[in-house]
């Protein structure tokens, strides 16, 4: 591979890596703990959209375990997240050649 063609190939990619900023951004993945009782929606770049409560679950006497439900939700809909955002990467890069376990952006 020559340098003009590499050039061509990094700008191609500058420009495929800011449509899926922008497209992670609309994108959106629900976490859920409890059995559903707390559901989290947070988008492509981890930012927090919804959370759901059911009221059933709410006991003034024991707030820690709603306070560990709606960790345990963010952090569902966050790995979520994260696995998408990686197919989405994979399917940028495919055809780059990059080298196992090489994560972009650097």
Known sequence: MNIQQLMKQAQAMQKKMAELQEKAAQVEMEGSAGGGMVVFTINGKGEAKKLKIDPKIVDPSDVETLEDLVI??????KRKSD???QQEM???????GLPPGMKLPF
């Open 83 to 85: 696995e998408h955002m």
């Open 72 to 77: 345990a939700a963010y952090n569902d809909a």
């Open 90 to 96: 994979a399917g940028l890069t495919g055809g780059m």
